[in-house]
């Protein structure tokens, strides 16, 4: 996923966050040291920020961050998923690896 598109995703769902909190921009900067120019540009997805100020961020918002296995992605997509249903499966099966044919 390239850069642009995860800054995006990100800066809505802070937004998200934000707006379900009835904060202001302006609020949720001071909560997380910041001023709310930067708070603007990571929510609209305009600039990075350092995984420090992420988690400020996102405590601000009464949220927690985790950085999970990239492998484990997919899983994690699946259970957040509204369409997915009670009945998903949380874990897809992997293919058996092929046996290696060297002797």
Same mark, same amino acid.
């Given at each position: /996923?390239?850069? =642009?598109?995860?800054?995006?995703?990100?800066?809505?769902?802070? #937004?998200?966050?934000?707006?379900? @909190?009835?904060?202001?921009?302006?609020?949720? @900067? &001071?909560?997380?040291g910041?001023? #709310?120019?930067r708070?603007?540009?990571?929510? =609209?997805?305009?600039? @990075?920020? #350092?995984?420090?100020?992420? /988690?400020?961020v %996102?405590? %601000?918002?009464?949220?927690? /961050? /985790?950085?999970i $296995?990239?492998?484990?992605? $997919?899983?994690?997509? =699946?259970?957040?998923?509204?369409?997915?249903?009670?009945?998903?499966? %949380?874990?897809?099966?992997?293919?058996?690896p &092929?046996?290696?044919?060297?002797?």
């Amino acid at each position: /996923m390239p850069e =642009t598109t995860s800054l995006h995703m990100i800066g809505a769902q802070l #937004r998200r966050a934000r707006l379900a @909190a009835g904060l202001t921009q302006e609020q949720v @900067a &001071e909560l997380a040291g910041i001023s #709310r120019p930067r708070y603007r540009d990571i929510e =609209t997805g305009t600039a @990075a920020a #350092r995984a420090t100020t992420l /988690m400020n961020v %996102a405590r %601000a918002l009464g949220l927690e /961050m /985790m950085l999970i $296995p990239q492998f484990l992605v $997919p899983a994690v997509d =699946t259970l957040l998923s509204p369409e997915a249903g009670e009945d998903a499966p %949380a874990f897809a099966p992997q293919p058996e690896p &092929e046996p290696d044919d060297e002797r």
